[in-house]
């Protein structure tokens, strides 16, 4: 048996919606462990509030088996499982106060007054609204609201607590208050959370684990880290972070990494750890994070090196986003911690830009691209 952190709390196996001709979710599986936050993060119809649904038991797969807590839940609808779910419309009942909006629950399990008072009590100080029992719900601010649906949806102790984007009708500064909040509440209770969102920086914020989704696939399951760091093609490079993404061929290896030609240039690069090292002639996109580009003076340390012109430099507080265009014509993004008393670069500067080879990934195309032969 395995420790109570590793025991996974809801799992799904090849699961597979199909609307009309097109596979909403296709043969998605996955592993939630007990006690984990999940994100699953993707663009707009991707199929991450379908794979919810299904985990909610509001729809039910045409392929695949969904486990929740050991058991085979597939084809149980939502009422049959140990799950509950938010959504971004909270639809608290307005004709109960903010206490019977959470005891509800408990009520309808006809659990005895003394047992409700001391739950929702508990409820009430998780989400830190001990004195807000008797506030009518149309009284409450948007992050209260917020705190009293998360409380109605865990006082019965769900196996999984099943968020559809709950924060993105709050404004920005609620919303990070809310991010933090919600994990805290996730680690004070110890339940397993999953979270649908788009937006990237969202899921870094909150999440153990992060699954990307497009078109209905999967296409990594890892850690924010492990997804930043190493991504799984270049869709997910460019959906997590910001990066520069170029095409090119591989011409062979050595000490120092793998060769390539990018832009009619030789170049060292790498690949992700544990990943093949590519033939000779097979054709990669390159990945170079903003931040690992190095400019001027920084540059001429690096393995890499490309002469060009500053088109653009904007300003963003903590950092500097310069666009600059390399002698080959291609424009390379470069992202510059902003520290006092460092070089400033103007539009039109000639500049030089250098990256060593461990900051250049090379990368497959997501396998839509190359059957569609697009290029991102
Ligand atoms: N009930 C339905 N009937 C037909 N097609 C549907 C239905 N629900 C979803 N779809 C389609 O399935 C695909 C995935 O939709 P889904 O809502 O899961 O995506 P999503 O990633 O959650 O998108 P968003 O971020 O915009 O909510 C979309 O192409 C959508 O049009």
Excluded at 3 to 15: K, L
């Amino acid at each position: 048996m395995s420790s109570g952190q590793e025991t996974i709390s809801i799992e799904t196996r090849e699961v597979t919606k199909t609307y009309g001709k097109r596979a909403a979710v296709d043969q998605v599986t996955l592993q939630v462990k007990k006690g984990e936050f999940v994100s699953l993060l993707g663009p707009s119809g991707c199929g991450k509030t379908t794979l919810l649904r299904m985990l909610g038991g509001l729809e039910q797969p045409d392929q695949g088996t969904i486990m929740l807590g050991g058991r085979d839940v597939t084809g149980i609808p939502a009422y049959g499982r140990n799950s509950n779910m938010i959504f971004q419309q909270l639809a608290l009942f307005p004709h109960m106060d903010v206490f019977n909006n959470i005891a509800y629950g408990l009520k309808v399990k006809k659990l005895p007054k003394v047992d409700i008072q001391r739950q929702v009590g508990e409820m009430l100080d998780l989400v830190q609204l001990g004195d807000y029992g008797r506030r009518a719900v149309s009284e409450l601010s948007g992050g209260q609201a917020q705190r009293v649906a998360i409380a109605r949806a865990l006082i019965n102790r769900p196996e999984v607590l099943l968020l559809d984007e709950p924060l993105s009708a709050l404004d920005m500064q609620l919303r990070l208050d809310m991010q933090r909040e919600l994990k805290r509440i996730q680690r004070e209770f110890g339940g397993t959370f999953i979270f649908v969102t788009h937006d990237q920086s969202e899921a870094m914020n909150m999440s153990d684990r992060i699954g990307v989704m497009r078109a209905g696939k999967l296409l990594q399951y890892a850690t924010p880290d492990e997804i930043y760091e190493r991504p799984a093609d270049s869709f997910v490079a460019k959906f997590i972070g910001d990066t520069n993404i170029f095409e090119t061929e591989v011409l062979g290896h050595d000490v120092n990494g793998i060769r390539v030609e990018c832009f009619g240039k030789p170049l060292l690069v790498k690949v992700s750890d544990g990943n093949a090292v590519p033939k000779a002639g097979a054709r990669h996109s390159l990945s170079i994070r903003n931040e690992y580009i190095r400019l001027g003076e920084d540059a001429t340390h690096c393995l890499n090196k490309l002469d060009g012109h500053v088109i653009e430099a904007v300003y963003g507080g903590a950092n500097i986003r310069y666009s600059v265009q390399i002698a080959e014509g291609f424009l390379v993004q470069a992202s510059v911690l902003h520290q006092r008393g460092a070089s400033r670069y103007s539009p039109g500067e000639p500049i030089q830009i250098g990256f060593d080879p461990e900051d250049a990934l090379l990368l497959s195309e997501p396998i839509d691209d190359r059957v569609q032969g697009a290029r991102i």
